[in-house]
């Protein structure tokens, strides 16, 4: 089961109960702006997107780095996909920029070497 939880405010939260400090490692990396947040209960990795919402430039954050690939999709309100690769994090991070898309509600969609899937709604706003 994979649940998706929005922050305006960074604080730790998830629909299980927190589990101490690793609740919000990768939102901490956000520099407290608004964080959408991956939660997965098979596994303890998980995905946060920042800023959101955004111009069109995406941080992605994983709360445990991992340098295998992930391969990421982002569809937009259509359900066309309108971005595909294979995304290696540094440091536990990476970036997106998707300046040539327009105002809207996107989907990311990150699949992981083991086929976990996270999704994360965000808003682009031009």
């Known amino acids: 089961m994979v649940q998706t939880v929005v922050f305006n405010d960074i604080h730790q939260f998830n629909d299980l109960g927190c589990e101490g400090k690793s609740c919000d490692i990768a939102a901490r990396r956000a520099n407290k702006t608004a964080v959408t947040k991956t939660i997965s ?27 295998l690939p992930v391969k ?15 995304l290696f994090f540094n440091n536990g991070s990476t970036s997106i920029n998707l ?17 976990n899937l996270y999704t994360v709604k965000f808003t682009i706003i031009k």
């Open 41 to 67: 209960n098979k596994n303890k990795q998980q995905y946060s997107l920042y800023p959101n919402p955004n111009a069109g430039s995406i941080t992605i954050a994983q709360s445990i780095n991992d340098a």
């Open 72 to 86: 990421t999709e982002i569809m937009n309100e259509t359900g066309t996909v309108i971005y595909k690769t294979d």
């Open 99 to 115: 300046n040539n898309a327009i105002t809207g509600l996107y989907l990311l969609k990150l699949t992981d070497t083991k086929g």
